[in-house]
């Protein structure tokens, strides 16, 4: 049902705009910070036209670097009613912070963030210091050297996150200053200004 949708909301399959980027949606398992499935069958990631060609960029780019590495995706495109279920599941807790309010809207609902990290050569995710959906202190950016310095990430870890965070940066995007694996183009009033909320 929801790649049907994002289709007609004009949004692309990153496979068909760049094949070599690994796509493992976290939201259509039980492995992310809700416990359940909420995608359904939905294994492909979809983005705004735009967003697809700049990842694609980040890939070629990632390539010429670390040959045999991928980008990996965890989420993309999410449509509204996904996003209310998640919040109601935040909502009160102090985990409200890091999910948007679906009544103002958030960059997955128009296609233009993803969520992601990068794979080696044989496609193991890079020590980045927390996993994907830790809502800690550990996933916030711009305090590596001070987590580094505590003990609360490796060194290693703080150097991968730059790593990923230039190669996302010299194409366009934007991060989260909250979760290292969030990035997206656009300020939300500009998503809003040039494209659909996913209000399905």
């Given amino acids: ?77 999410r449509p509204l009613s996904v996003q209310r ?17 679906p009544s103002v809207h958030g960059f997955h609902n128009y296609g233009v963030a993803v969520d992601l990290t990068i794979a080696d050569e044989n496609g193991r995710p890079l020590d980045m210091g927390s ?21 609360r990430i490796s060194a290693q870890a703080r150097d991968n996150r730059a790593f990923l965070a230039g190669l996302m940066r010299g194409a366009g995007f934007d991060p989260n200053p909250d979760e290292w694996w969030h990035f997206q183009k656009y300020t939300l009033e500009e998503a809003a200004a040039h494209h659909k909320v996913l209000d399905f």
């Fill in 1 to 77: 049902m929801f790649e049907a949708k994002f289709k007609e909301y004009g949004l692309v399959d990153i496979a068909e705009v760049c094949p070599e980027i690994l796509v493992e949606l976290k939201y259509t398992t039980t492995d992310n910070f809700t416990g359940h499935d909420v995608y359904g069958d939905l294994v492909k990631a979809y983005f705004v036209p735009e967003v697809a060609r700049m990842l694609a960029r980040v890939q070629q780019r990632l390539s010429a670097l670390r040959p045999g590495w991928h980008l990996l995706i965890y989420d993309a495109a």
């Fill in 85 to 101: 279920y998640m919040f109601e599941f935040v909502k009160g807790t102090p985990m409200q912070k890091y999910v948007a309010d």
């Fill in 131 to 151: 996993s994907f959906d830790e809502f800690s202190e550990r996933s916030n950016v711009g305090r590596e050297d001070e987590l580094v310095a505590r003990g």
